[in-house]
């Protein structure tokens, strides 16, 4: 029988340190961090989420501002709120709610935020440095995925890793991040053939495709480290995440729950990104950061 990994404590503990360094920030700054969020239109889950981030930064002594603009908002008109807000000083985080209305090209969008303080992770020059190896701000889902394999002490180098998805926000750049750490890397999807087999040869296994409860016990490898991202309803209305949790953790060695593991880790990791946006604009190393 595995244990769980708990990410609410481990998020909780790097949001306390993030807070601690968000002081540091305002007594040396004369101003509090500031992350600012857009938010177009009214997707009801979205407003759960910006509320969720916005008090997240309340609690670390953050500045937490919230743009919200109607559905019928142009394209133009958010590009220009976004290009203010990378004007502006007192921004030190610019984070754009996904997703948009249909009539709005998020990657356009995107485009427009300065990739120093893309704290999402998610412009292309980020992206581009992420592939070479070259500091960057991550994507904060994979990035909270990483620190939860470490807090279970799961040794990645030479480990056989396969990631299920193969999305901009999470499988891919989850797959960089695990390459970076010298583990071989399977990246899987929808089209994989024998999808199965392949996982239960996985040291790590990171299931990220939102389709509930898709892994079972027997695609699991005796002692490996399972991360489940997905985040699903099923028929009954629970919340349930990408990975039959109950199956798992009888074979796994470490398996992260759904509520209570990924989710927590990414807010925690929105918070470090715009603190490590806000040094790095300063001219001061991602090594000095205490975190």
């Known amino acids: 029988m595995g244990q769980a990994i708990d990410g609410k404590a481990v998020a909780a503990a790097l949001r306390g340190r993030v807070g601690a360094a968000a002081g540091d920030f305002a007594a040396r700054a004369g101003r509090r961090l500031g992350l600012d969020v ?12 910006v509320r969720n981030k916005a008090r997240a930064c309340e609690e670390a002594g953050m500045r937490g501002e919230v743009h919200r603009l109607p559905a019928t908002t142009s394209q133009a008109e958010v590009i220009a709120l976004v290009r203010a807000l990378g004007a502006r000083d007192d921004v030190d985080g610019i984070l754009v709610q996904l997703p948009l209305p249909k009539h709005v090209d998020e990657a356009a969008v995107l485009d427009a935020v300065d990739p120093a303080k893309d704290v999402d992770g ?16 991550v994507p904060c889902t994979p990035m909270g995925c990483m620190r939860l394999l470490d807090h279970a002490g799961v040794a990645l ?8 998805g193969r999305s901009n926000i999470v499988g891919k750049p989850m797959a960089l991040l695990l390459l970076q750490r010298s583990a071989t890397v399977t990246i899987a999807h929808s089209r994989t053939r024998d999808l199965a087999r392949l996982c239960a040869e996985a040291d790590v296994l990171v299931a990220a495709v939102g389709r509930p409860r898709l892994v079972r016990g027997d695609w699991v490898k005796p002692g490996a480290a399972v991360i489940d991202v997905g985040i699903n309803r099923d028929a009954e209305g629970k919340l349930v995440g990408d990975v039959a949790f109950d199956e798992a953790i009888a074979r796994a060695a470490w398996v992260t729950p759904v509520p209570g593991g990924v989710g927590p880790m990414t807010i925690a990791c929105l918070l470090e990104n715009t603190l490590r946006a806000a040094w790095r604009r300063r001219g001061l190393p991602p090594g000095e950061l205490v975190l």
């Open 38 to 49: 857009v938010l177009v239109g009214d997707d009801a889950a979205s407003q759960v989420y």
């Open 122 to 137: 998610f412009h292309p020059l980020n992206g581009g440095a992420l592939l070479a190896g070259a500091p960057s701000l």
């Open 157 to 164: 180098e030479g480990a056989r890793a396969v990631v299920i």
